[in-house]
């Protein structure tokens, strides 16, 4: 069985308010950084850049995750969940692969235009890098980007890549590598995260019987139990920055930290009893689950859109709750509570 990462490895930066300084703090906490290493030879953009390049990045796609941009898609998506939900009507459903990732594909698919590449993205499974025989390969995903930054070139890539190609960012147009960047995490950044949240919420609604009838009738407590879902199993608990120290020293020979989102969720000094869902906390202090700070989440609000699509269908087909069958799953420990962060495999039955 394989140790923790690299990053998992890393000091950190814990803590609510520390968390949330530092992800403000570009000029200290730098993003000059290239992650998976392993499996790539390009940052991913714009999650690995600073200012002026990453406001410039984001101000390009913000529009493509604004809630108007996304209204038009909704219906559909809506139209997918109760789709790969309808098995639950039989008997056992499993989440990960069979809700979240063919949810998520088809999703992407939409906003980039690009149908045909429906079958070839579930065949990556839940991560882009793939698992062969416990080993990651971003051979696939490089295959599929330079074919489609190829194709925006000529005009013919869908929305995404041949925008990409076409439009100037602070003046200059992208390189093909940038283009790649900035396809690959549309491609993986939102992928195995939207699927832990879509597992997370059907497990914590396996776990808190009590709140089904609640969760069928009042959208509001949708919307407050998928918060408090996000908080807890926190998908994306790790983020790595350079920490070039108050003076702004050079990124290159800078230590690397990592911002622990998790313990800034489960910071109990800010949220009572942490490990507990509740339906009425305070919105004074939210939590950082989508990040903070100039790189929080530009794909927030299409996760959010995609959780209560599943959640809703899910409440239809079994509207007296239903139960975990099997499951695997990592946890983290809050407040002496163990709380699921990610899942392989998660199968759930009606009553």
């Known amino acids: 069985m394989s140790g923790p990462s690299r990053v998992e490895r890393l000091p950190r ?6 968390v949330r300084a530092a992800g403000r703090d570009f000029e200290r906490y730098s993003s000059l950084h290239q992650g998976d290493e392993d499996v790539r030879a390009y940052r991913q953009l714009p999650l690995e850049s600073d200012p002026p390049l990453h406001s410039a990045l984001r101000a390009f796609l913000v529009p493509f995750f604004s809630k108007g941009s996304l209204a038009p898609f909704q219906q559909g998506i809506e139209a ?8 639950l009507k039989l008997g056992e459903l499993e989440i990960v692969r069979g809700v979240g990732l063919p949810l998520v594909v088809r999703t992407i698919a939409r906003l980039l235009d690009r149908p045909s590449d429906i079958e070839e993205w579930v065949s990556w499974g839940p991560s882009v890098w793939g698992d062969h025989d416990g080993r990651r390969d971003g051979a696939a995903l490089l295959a599929f980007l330079e074919r489609a930054v190829d194709e925006g070139a000529a005009g013919t890539g869908g ?3 041949n925008l990409l190609a076409s439009t100037p960012i602070a003046g ?9 960047g900035v396809g690959s995490l549309l491609l ?6 939207v699927m832990n949240l879509i597992a997370g919420i059907a497990w914590m609604v396996a776990a808190h019987p009590t709140h089904v009838a609640a ?46 989102f998790a313990s800034a969720n489960h910071d109990a000094t800010i949220f009572t009893c942490p490990a507990e869902l509740r339906l009425d906390r305070p919105a004074m202090s939210p939590h950082i689950a989508f990040g903070i700070g100039p790189h929080a989440c530009v794909g927030a609000p299409l996760a959010r859109m995609e959780a209560h699509a599943v959640l809703k269908a899910l409440l239809a087909h079994s509207p007296n709750g239903w139960s ?7 946890f983290r420990s809050v407040d002496g509570a163990q709380v699921p962060s990610s899942f392989q495999r998660l199968v759930i039955a009606s009553p």
């Open 188 to 193: 993986a950044g939102g992928r195995d995260t």
């Open 159 to 161: 929305r995404l890549f």
């Open 215 to 260: 969760l069928r009738g009042d959208p509001a407590v949708r919307t407050a139990f998928i918060e408090e879902t996000l908080r807890l199993t926190t998908p994306l608990g790790l983020m790595e920055r350079i920490d070039r120290g108050e003076s702004g020293g050079d990124p290159e020979q800078s230590p690397h930290v990592g911002l622990d």
């Open 324 to 330: 975990v069958q099997e499951h695997s799953a990592q």
């Open 80 to 87: 997918d969940a109760r789709e790969l939900v309808a098995p």
């Open 13 to 18: 930066v814990t803590g609510y308010e520390s």
């Open 172 to 180: 200059v147009l992208l390189t093909r590598d940038q283009q790649i």
